[in-house]
């Protein structure tokens, strides 16, 4: 399964972007997709994810703020960020599992994506 973020850029702190991330291959094997990011000098961090059935879980960090959600029929993930912080700036990448499950658990993922910079200025 290869997996491909697009939609990251430049906006300013407060402002909005969506993200989309695209799979292909050998799509039938996934079920969990979720949104990873990761800014320099710190560890990734799985920010969102949903399962199959549309059930999400998001980190502290982005909840209330962050929306994820999935078209099945595109095999296509989605992250809506809204009242974005400096602190949100990463590359923003997208992950999936092969079970249903709402882990934001890395070990649970066996398919990770390129990304797509998100930087967010004050």
């Known amino acids: 399964v290869q997996l491909q973020a697009s939609g990251g850029g430049l906006v300013q702190s407060g402002g909005s972007l969506r993200l989309s991330c695209a799979a292909s291959?050998?799509?039938?094997?996934?079920?969990?997709m979720g949104w990873y990011r990761q800014a320099p000098g710190k560890q990734r961090e799985l920010v969102a994810v949903?399962?199959?059935?549309?059930?999400?879980n998001y980190s502290n960090s982005v909840k209330g703020r962050f929306t994820i959600s999935r078209d099945n029929a595109k095999n296509t993930v989605y992250l809506q960020m809204n009242s974005l912080k400096p602190e949100d700036t990463a590359v923003y990448s997208c992950?999936?599992?092969?079970?249903?499950?709402?882990?934001?658990?890395?070990?649970?993922?066996?398919?990770w994506g390129q990304g797509t910079l998100v930087t967010v200025s004050s």
């Open positions: 992950a999936a599992a092969r079970v249903s499950t709402v882990t934001r658990n890395p070990s649970y993922y066996h398919y």
């Open positions: 291959g050998s799509v039938f094997t996934v079920n969990t």
């Open positions: 949903i399962t199959s059935d549309g059930t999400t």
